[in-house]
């Protein structure tokens, strides 16, 4: 998608950047992970967003000891580089390397309610 959707949906990610901060000081590695997660799915259409947010699961897996996430990451890595710009992304889809990369999921009505938003905005 274009700059302005990047712009638009910065404070979302940024707000859940910093709750996903706050949820790994905590010692609370799922909340940090659906954090992530939801920067992902919003983050999607964007190729900054969503590079970002493959990196930060990278980083949440080698923090975690994670070996499938690490290699899951950077598979993910590659491709949000590569494919995103061109719209080859599965919508609602969580990031992690529990999920294939390739599979479409449902967006939960809080997510899509910030992606229709942000598209408006355009």
Known sequence: MNKKYSENVAPFIESEIALASKARESGDINTEFNHLENIHVVGQESTYWHVK??????????????????????????????????????????????????????????????ITKAKSHV
Do not use: Y
């Open 53 to 114: 947010a493959h990196v930060l699961m990278l980083f949440w897996a080698l923090r975690n000891n994670k070996p499938k996430e690490i290699f899951g990451q950077l598979f993910r890595i590659i491709g949000a580089a590569t494919k995103t710009a061109v719209g080859l992304v599965p919508q609602g889809n969580t990031g992690g390397a529990n999920v294939s990369p390739f599979k479409v999921m449902p967006i939960n009505t809080d997510l899509k309610a910030v």
